[in-house]
């Protein structure tokens, strides 16, 4: 089965600063790959994705991803961090046709 | 619509009661999901409805949880004899077609069994 490891529940970064959240997963096939964003008390919203095109993947609000197939890895960056990136972001994998399997979620802290 | 939408968006019920919670998917999205976000568990899929085939029914924890899908469109979760470990927010996503569209996720439901 596909799984997804976040490295780091918790991330603090002072505004104006690089934010860089780690993501590995598990897959025996070529996955598809997502970075979703939770705000207090809302759903999931897209960041980015990836599905075997490029493999930097640029998203929503400044961020982008990068597929790196010998490190199974898919971290999130964004140059310069904002007050309002303060939320959860979840990794996910798409198991075939069916599913999105999550990470644990990272928690993104920005102070001023 | 303009997305997917959940309703109540806060339920609370007492242990041992059902409860039946809607999913109202985006207009033509022929794929929807339910997921469950809880602290201890974090976000784990609980069923997938495909157009007219049979759902994938694999997570559901146990027999008190029940879905279906009326008309290929509404969604209804119903869960019987609700226990304390079934307090969690209750997401669904929809999809239009195909393995690397999104899915869209509504606002969730949010279930406290006292």
């Known amino acids: 089965a596909q799984s997804v490891t976040q490295l780091g529940s918790h991330v603090s970064v002072s505004e104006g600063a690089l934010v860089l959240l780690r993501c590995n997963y598990s897959s025996s096939v070529p996955p598809y790959l997502f970075w979703y964003v939770q705000y207090p008390n809302q759903g999931l919203q897209l960041l980015l994705k990836y599905t075997s095109a490029a493999t930097l993947v640029k998203g929503i609000n400044g961020f982008e991803a990068e597929f790196k197939k010998s490190e199974t890895s898919f971290h999130l960056t964004k140059p310069s961090a904002h007050m309002s990136d303060a939320a959860e972001y979840f990794c996910?994998?798409?198991?075939?046709?069916?599913?999105?399997?999550f990470g644990t979620g990272t928690r993104l802290l920005v102070s001023p | 619509g303009a997305g997917v939408s959940q309703s109540p968006s806060n339920k609370v019920t007492e242990k041992g009661k059902d409860v039946e919670l809607r999913c109202d998917p985006i207009s033509g999205h022929t794929a929807l999901y339910w997921y469950r976000q809880s602290l201890g568990q974090g976000l784990e899929f609980l069923i997938y409805f495909q157009g007219n085939s049979a759902p994938d029914k694999s997570g559901l924890p146990s027999d008190r949880f029940s879905a279906e899908r009326t008309g290929g469109s509404v969604s209804t979760l119903t869960i019987q004899r609700t226990q304390q470990e079934d307090s969690a927010v209750y997401l669904c996503?929809?999809?239009?077609?195909?393995?690397?569209?999104?899915?869209?996720f509504g606002p969730g439901t949010r279930l406290t069994v006292l």
């Open positions: 996910a994998v798409s198991e075939g046709f069916q599913k999105l399997v």
């Open positions: 996503a929809s999809r239009i077609a195909g393995g690397t569209d999104t899915q869209y």
